[in-house]
């Protein structure tokens, strides 16, 4: 059974750094992206970037470009979302998302069919 | 930048039929941006519903259906059932690696 399991809730105060983490199971984990998305407190979905772990080639979206980092660690099927200095505004929750891949022609799917369970980070002094 | 604009809500009655879209700031919507549907009812992760326009997710029932209609992709419910009302989040792949979300469309069921 494919599953990603995110790492627990998070409260940090502003400037604080600090690493969340997603680790997929189930499926050859250096062979799918792993992307993150994320929830503001009663807003919607946005997505912030992706990874490949094979390589780890990343694309970020512009909104989050020099915000965060995404990275991997393939010898422990984890990956991670990364801030040097946490602002209030970065309070949401964070989704890690599992890019399919297509067997039948060898090439990927532009979706995501599965879905972290979510780490809430609260940034507060 | 890119946009994708949904209708922020809707509302359809029990056993009716809704269609959400989802539209481009500018241009059209198209099957060569793999439009997938995304469904997150309250403190759950989102669902995967669609995916590369109209093919429904493992598990979703046939009254879940994705197509294009004129600009804008769309999301059809037939025979909304009272666990239909959700968030809908729709996302187009932009290429490169990227991807785009829509803001959302609140569906209400009653």
């Known amino acids: 059974e494919v599953q990603l399991v995110q790492s627990g809730a998070e409260v940090k105060k502003p400037g604080e750094s600090l690493r969340i983490s997603c680790k997929g199971s189930g499926y050859g984990f250096t062979s799918y992206w792993i992307g993150w998305v994320r929830q503001m407190p009663g807003k919607g979905l946005e997505w912030m970037g992706v990874i490949y772990p094979g390589d780890f080639e990343t694309r970020y979206s512009p909104s989050f470009q020099g915000e965060v980092t995404i990275s991997v660690d393939e010898s422990i099927n984890t990956a991670y979302l990364q801030w040097n200095s946490l602002r209030a505004s970065d309070t949401a929750i964070y989704y890690c998302v599992r890019r399919d891949y297509d067997h039948l022609l060898g090439s990927y799917f532009h979706y995501f069919d599965y879905w972290g369970q979510g780490t809430p980070v609260t940034v507060s002094s | 930048q890119t946009v994708l604009t949904q209708e922020p809500s809707f509302s359809v009655s029990p056993g009716g039929t809704v269609t959400l879209t989802c539209g481009l700031s500018?241009?059209?919507?198209?099957?060569?941006?793999?439009p997938s549907w995304y469904q997150q009812t309250p403190g759950q992760a989102p669902r995967t519903l669609i995916y590369n326009t109209s093919t429904r997710s493992s598990g979703v029932p046939d009254r879940f259906s994705g197509s294009i209609l004129g600009k804008k992709a769309a999301l059809t419910i037939t025979g909304a059932q009272a666990d239909d009302e959700s968030d809908y989040y729709c996302v187009l792949y932009m290429g490169s690696g990227v991807w785009v979300f829509g803001g959302g469309t609140k569906l209400t069921v009653l």
């Open positions: 500018s241009g059209s919507v198209s099957s060569s941006q793999y």
